[in-house]
């Protein structure tokens, strides 16, 4: 039995749209899908949590530092339980490894690949 919660592997736990100025792109959403902008202190500039009814649903990043090299596009963030292990199976189908495994703090830890067919996705490994 894993100390892990399997409920959440396979679901969807998260979405960011990262853009070269995510503080234009935010006000976009603010205003088109009636989400509230939360900054992020990223160090030297902020990103944004979109809240609806007062609950993160997504973020809106620069496309800076850890997000330098990843597509502009909307990201999903699959839940996996072994990040090693589904970064190996995506190349044994034919996936590609885009990043490097990343930290995100006490949330766990993640990366970016390609499906076969040239989809950006990101596998997340939530923390115990």
């Not at 503080?23 to 609806?52: C, Q, R």
């Not at 990343?102 to 949330?107: C, D, Q, T, V, Y």
Request: charged share 25%; with cysteine.
């Amino acid at each position: 039995m894993s100390d892990k919660n399997e409920s959440v592997y396979g679901t969807i736990g998260w979405m960011d749209l990262t853009v070269p100025n995510a503080t234009e792109v935010k006000d976009f959403y603010v205003d088109v899908a009636g989400w509230k902008a939360e900054p992020v202190n990223m160090g030297d500039y902020e990103d944004y949590s979109m809240l609806a009814n007062g609950e993160a649903k997504a973020g809106v990043c620069h496309k800076k530092g850890t997000n330098s090299n990843i597509p502009s596009q909307w990201m999903i963030y699959i839940n996996v339980p072994n990040l090693e292990e589904s970064r190996a199976k995506c190349e044994a189908g034919g996936g590609k490894l885009l990043t490097d495994i990343k930290s995100a703090g006490s949330m766990g830890r993640y990366c970016f690949i390609e499906d076969p067919a040239g989809a950006a996705f990101a596998l997340f490994e939530p923390a115990v």
